[in-house]
């Protein structure tokens, strides 16, 4: 997929940008800013041109869930170890912790897959996922083999991560029909989208323009950039939610905002004023929850086709004064 020249020229892009710490650890005050990577298309007025989302028009779940959490255990090519974490609506009161291995609310559910940055873990990101889980999705976040948390930290390896989003995908999916399985009939398997941060957010950007999975009906990527991957978005309309800090040190906002304009889809970017590489996805707090409110709104609208979750985006992005919230959804 993708050639020699190419690898060669992520390899020195992303050693100059450094996304290493892509997990939220500070990075050092001497490394450079990301450099902004050339839009292959002019930026689009969505708004009037592009049709809405093909996920017919509902309305998501009212209420919160309780959250449930399992591993599964995959491999890819048998030689790329893929262990797959799954949080998912759960039956019983809403909050509290994840509770391992519990059976699946009564519904069918959306499923989002989210790749983690590069020295990170699924379980980094389980504040914020967990939250998307009890608003009514399955959430699955698969480790890496070379660029989570202990592993060599490969960059160039980002590139096959694409694949293995769209393999653990296939296996997601599947266990919707696998007899025995908790997930049997809980899966609304017609409905998917892909999330990342950073090194996870150029995967997940990577999925809708040299990896094209047509599966995907949405994206949402947290301080991504099109490094590797480009910006030749294809297929099927798939709205997109960018959110990046304005004072991130690792990738700089103006990459983001490259890739964010050449998206020829309904799209939307969560400006955090104050917001750096992405720590605030990490822990509980003001900024946290902005975000995490402003996604599952998205989500909701995308994935369930609710509308009216899509209308109350601008306020939860402009709660606490803390974001911005360019709208063309």
């Keep these: 997929m993708f050639g020699p ?3 060669a020229l992520l390899a020195v892009a992303l050693l100059t940008v450094g996304l290493a710490g892509c997990s939220g650890d500070p990075a050092p005050s001497a490394r450079p800013a990301a450099p902004t990577p050339p839009a292959s298309t002019p930026p689009a007025d969505t708004k009037a041109t592009v049709p809405a989302p ?3 028009e509902g309305h998501a779940p009212t209420r919160a869930f309780a959250v449930g959490v399992r591993q599964l255990k995959l491999n890819r090519g048998g030689d790329r170890p893929l ?12 909050g509290g912790s994840a509770q391992r291995s519990v059976p699946a609310a009564a519904g069918r559910f959306p499923v989002v897959m989210f790749s983690h940055g590069l020295g990170g873990e699924p379980g980094d990101y389980a ?6 889980a009890a608003a009514g999705f399955v959430v699955a976040a698969p480790a890496f083999p070379h660029t989570r948390k202990g592993a060599d930290g490969s960059i160039l390896d980002v590139l096959n991560q694409p694949a293995d989003v769209s393999y653990a995908l296939t296996k997601v999916l599947a266990l919707d029909g696998a007899a025995g399985d908790p997930l049997r009939g809980r899966l609304a398997t017609d409905r998917v989208a892909a999330a990342g941060h950073s090194a996870g957010g150029v995967t997940t950007i990577g999925l809708f323009t040299a990896g094209r999975d047509e599966r995907l009906d949405a994206g949402v990527v947290f301080a991504g950039t099109g490094l590797g991957v480009g910006t030749a978005f ?3 309309a798939a709205p997109q939610l960018f959110v990046h800090g ?12 490259a890739v964010y304009d050449a998206v020829p889809w309904p799209k939307a970017m969560l400006s955090l004023t104050k917001g750096d590489h992405g720590r605030a996805l990490l822990t509980d707090g003001a900024a946290l929850r902005v975000v995490a409110d402003t996604t599952v709104e998205f989500l909701r609208w995308t994935l369930y086709g ?3 979750a899509r209308d109350r985006m601008p306020a939860e992005a ?10 063309q959804l």
């Excluded at 262990?83 to 809403?94: D, F, H, Q, S």
């Excluded at 304005?246 to 905002?257: H, L, M, P, Q, T």
């Excluded at 402009?318 to 709208?327: F, K, P, S």
């Design 127 to 132: 504040t914020l996922l967990t939250r998307w």
């Design 54 to 56: 093909r996920v017919p």
């Design 234 to 236: 294809a297929g099927a």
């Design 318 to 327: 402009r709660r606490g004064n803390l974001a911005t919230l360019d709208d």
């Design 5 to 7: 020249l190419t690898r």
């Design 306 to 308: 609710d509308a009216a």
């Design 83 to 94: 262990p797959v974490t799954l949080w998912y609506p759960a039956p019983g009161a809403a």
């Design 246 to 257: 304005r004072a991130d040190e690792v990738v700089a906002y103006s990459a983001g905002k």
